[in-house]
């Protein structure tokens, strides 16, 4: 349907054709966005959605089912299912959620006149139903993307998701209740293994903006001052300047000796982020605990940003850092920049 897409014929030009079709998607800004019916995975979307400009950013929203969930003896042509689950509005685990997601985005007049839609099947896990995707595409070139994913876990198959990707975001509902990182690889809930794993950025989505409005200052971005904390404050502040959220930055330190030299860091980096077109609302420096200062400074804001811990994945289980924590501690919407 799409003249741009590669068409796919021996195994070298399998193999080319999606090398090409993944360069593509490098050009542009790619959300996962995990929904599962809960309030937090649609305040997840809500974000993503806001996320600018609009033409330039991909939204798929993942549903990962588990294989087989009674579907062999359940009556249905697998066949029709697979061919036109979205279109013909079967009752298979997860469609309700995807379509939900899908009109908050778009509305269906607004569907039918400027998008265009294509279907596709891939065989999985030996399930009836396997692998579906519905793609709507803009006349723009943005792409919103209909997801129901086969898979033995739900975290395996959001990470198994991010390897057709390439993502640059990762967005998803937060846990009502947090283990530790050791324990979470093994017992913890899905956001918990995906947050732990996943090799891109994670925003674990909670309360977004309330009827008071107290949530509208936007985003606090924490940076320590290490080279990997000042990439993911640039990262932070392009994302939510793109998406018209004011800035603060905000860094804690151990002693009130070191408050000097933290407003000067923090003042360095403002004008940095000036002479870039971003305006910074604020910048402010506490003493104590990073978790607790961080938690409670953030409880005013939309979204904490906090830089993701820069060890491989395996030696995450046996230190815990500050990104980990304030993710369990927080009540507030945090981004884990990686």
């Known amino acids: 349907m799409f003249q741009n897409w590669p068409k796919f014929n021996r195994i070298g030009d399998t193999h080319r054709g999606v090398e090409r079709l993944r360069e593509e998607r490098r050009k542009r800004f790619r ?23 609009l033409e330039q950013c991909d ?19 697998m066949k029709i299912a697979r061919e036109n689950m979205l279109e013909w509005g079967l009752e298979l685990p997860g469609i309700g959620y995807l379509k939900k997601g899908l009109n908050m985005l778009v509305g269906e007049k607004e569907l039918s006149k400027s998008w265009e839609i294509s279907s596709s099947h891939t065989e999985s896990w030996g399930d009836p139903v396997g692998d579906n995707k519905v793609e709507y595409r803009h006349t723009n070139g943005r792409s919103i993307v209909l997801k129901l994913k086969t898979a033995p876990d739900p975290a395996s198959g959001i990470l198994d998701q991010y390897e057709l990707g390439p993502y640059n975001l990762i967005v998803m509902g937060a ?46 971005i924490c940076v320590s001052g290490s080279d990997h904390s000042i990439d993911a404050m640039h990262r932070d502040a392009v994302l939510a300047h793109n998406s018209g959220y004011p800035i603060t930055l905000f860094t804690v330190v151990e002693e009130k000796g070191k408050i000097p030299a933290a407003e000067k860091m923090l003042q360095k980096l ?65 981004l884990n920049v990686r």
């Not at 993942?62 to 062999?72: A, F």
């Open 31 to 53: 959300i996962l966005v995990c929904v599962d019916g809960t309030k937090t995975s649609y305040e997840g979307l809500k974000i993503a959605s806001e996320i600018k400009p």
């Open 59 to 77: 939204l798929v929203l993942l549903y990962v089912r588990s294989i087989d969930q009674g579907l062999r003896t359940g009556g249905l042509q």
């Open 175 to 220: 846990p009502e209740r947090w283990r530790s990182e050791f324990r979470a690889f093994f017992g913890g809930s899905v956001a918990q293994k995906v947050a732990t794993l996943s090799p891109c950025s994670v925003l674990l989505a909670r309360g977004h903006v309330d009827d008071s409005g107290v949530n509208e200052k936007g985003h606090l």
């Open 270 to 334: 403002v004008e940095v982020l000036n002479k870039g077109g971003i305006k910074v609302l604020g910048a402010k420096v506490e003493v104590g605990d990073p978790v607790q200062e961080i938690v409670r400074k953030g409880a005013g804001f939309s979204v904490i940003s906090v830089a993701a811990s820069s060890k491989n994945w395996y030696e995450r289980f046996f230190t815990t850092g500050v990104a980990f924590n304030v993710m369990a501690a927080s009540d507030t919407t945090v």
